[in-house]
């Protein structure tokens, strides 16, 4: 599932991202939080779907180069719920 459009939302005093209870409801407990590589916003991914993204960019990498795209792909990733 893939949201259309834009959201403009700012960090709260304890620097926490609020996401409305309508998409919490869509992208279940848990969800992953990345910063988009070609523009400036974040991405927010289900569990669900944050394991089809990773498993569909590491079965496309060399097992030799796994470990490093790893650590790219997680490095700036936070996994809230």
């Known amino acids: 599932m893939s949201f259309v459009g834009s959201f403009s939302h700012s960090l709260d005093a304890k620097n926490r991202l609020f996401i409305p209870a ?3 409801e869509v992208l279940g ?3 992953m939080v990345v910063r988009n590589l070609e523009r400036k916003c974040l991405i927010v991914y289900s ?4 394991d089809k993204y990773v ?3 590491l079965s496309k ?3 030799s180069r796994r470990q ?5 792909l997680f490095r700036r990733s936070l996994k809230t719920g």
Not at 47 to 50: F, G, P, Y
Not at 68 to 72: H, L, V, Y
């Open 55 to 57: 498993d569909s960019v």
């Open 68 to 72: 490093d795209i790893n650590r790219f």
């Open 29 to 31: 407990d848990t969800v």
């Open 61 to 63: 990498i060399p097992v």
């Open 22 to 24: 309508k998409h919490r």
């Open 47 to 50: 569990m669900e779907e944050w």
